[in-house]
């Protein structure tokens, strides 16, 4: 079966660094795409892989190795409004998105 | 703001009751999608709609029932729930692009008594 890991819940520090890490097993690969999804508010595109390597935009920066079929989030700088849901998605052969069930992110000050 | 607006936010209902929720987006996109989110699991694809035609429906059961009755429109249509149905239902749009990334609504928090 397809199958997306990463951790339910996480705890960081203001100002600090933290790597949310996402791996999965799916019937081929099409890219992976990582989601913020605050409280009570909709999922929001944060980036996207489908290259080996590192992306990076401002605070929030994601890498892929396709061949460990392993991700990670890095979001650097924490401030207390990046406390939320970081959802990773994988889209697998057929171009279906799989989703993993989110790592909750907590900020402390 | 996303661009994809859902109604209503919150809604109760009893296992007897017929109700909907309404998804609407202002952003131009042909695919339009129903998910499930349930506490600590992933999203679960209920239906895709491309140009207005259903794609996909993931064996969902029928007391779910989607319209689509144009492509900036989209409706789930609910009768009989079951109180496991309770949820937040989510529409997204999209799919298309460079990284056919999906817009989201905020979703529809469902509680089935």
Same mark, same amino acid.
Request: a negative charge; charged letters at 20%.
């Given at each position: 079966?397809?199958?997306?890991?990463?951790?339910?819940?996480?705890?960081?520090?203001?100002g600090?660094?933290?790597?949310?890490?996402?791996?999965?097993q799916?019937?081929?690969?099409?890219?992976?795409?990582?989601?913020?999804?605050?409280?009570?508010?909709?999922?929001?595109?944060?980036?996207?892989?489908?290259l080996?390597?590192?992306?990076?935009?401002?605070?929030?920066?994601?890498?892929?190795?396709?061949?460990?079929?392993y991700?990670?989030?890095?979001?650097?700088?924490?401030?207390?409004?990046?406390?939320?849901?970081?959802?990773?998605?994988v889209?697998?052969?057929?171009?279906?998105?799989?989703?993993?069930a989110?790592?909750?992110?907590?900020?402390?000050? | 703001?996303t661009?994809?607006?859902?109604?209503?936010?919150?809604?109760?209902?009893?296992?007897?009751?017929?109700?909907?929720?309404?998804?609407?987006?202002?952003?131009?996109?042909?695919?339009?999608?129903?998910?499930?989110?349930?506490?600590?699991?992933?999203?679960e694809?209920?239906?895709?709609?491309?140009?207005?035609? !259903?794609? &996909?429906n993931?064996?969902?059961?029928?007391?779910? +029932?989607p319209?689509?009755?144009?492509?900036?429109? #989209? %409706?789930?249509?609910?009768?009989?729930? !079951?109180? &496991?149905?309770?949820?937040?239902?989510?529409?997204? +749009?999209?799919?298309?692009?460079?990284?056919?990334? #999906? %817009?989201?609504?905020?979703?529809?928090?469902?509680?089935?008594?």
């Amino acid at each position: 079966g397809q199958n997306i890991d990463q951790p339910t819940e996480m705890t960081a520090t203001e100002g600090a660094i933290v790597q949310i890490n996402c791996t999965y097993q799916t019937s081929g690969f099409n890219g992976l795409f990582w989601y913020q999804q605050h409280a009570g508010e909709a999922p929001t595109f944060l980036s996207y892989n489908v290259l080996d390597g590192l992306e990076e935009k401002g605070r929030f920066s994601s890498f892929l190795s396709r061949s460990k079929g392993y991700s990670y989030l890095l979001l650097k700088e924490l401030q207390m409004k990046d406390s939320a849901s970081y959802l990773c998605a994988v889209t697998d052969s057929n171009y279906q998105l799989i989703w993993g069930a989110g790592t909750k992110l907590i900020i402390k000050p | 703001e996303t661009g994809v607006t859902q109604t209503p936010r919150h809604l109760v209902m009893g296992m007897t009751n017929k109700k909907s929720l309404k998804c609407e987006q202002h952003l131009g996109h042909n695919a339009m999608y129903w998910y499930k989110q349930s506490a600590k699991k992933p999203l679960e694809l209920m239906f895709v709609y491309n140009f207005k035609e !259903q794609t &996909e429906n993931n064996s969902v059961p029928s007391r779910f +029932s989607p319209e689509c009755p144009n492509s900036s429109h #989209l %409706f789930l249509h609910l009768h009989t729930l !079951q109180p &496991e149905d309770s949820a937040l239902y989510l529409c997204a +749009s999209g799919g298309g692009g460079d990284t056919g990334e #999906l %817009f989201f609504g905020e979703g529809s928090r469902l509680t089935v008594l």
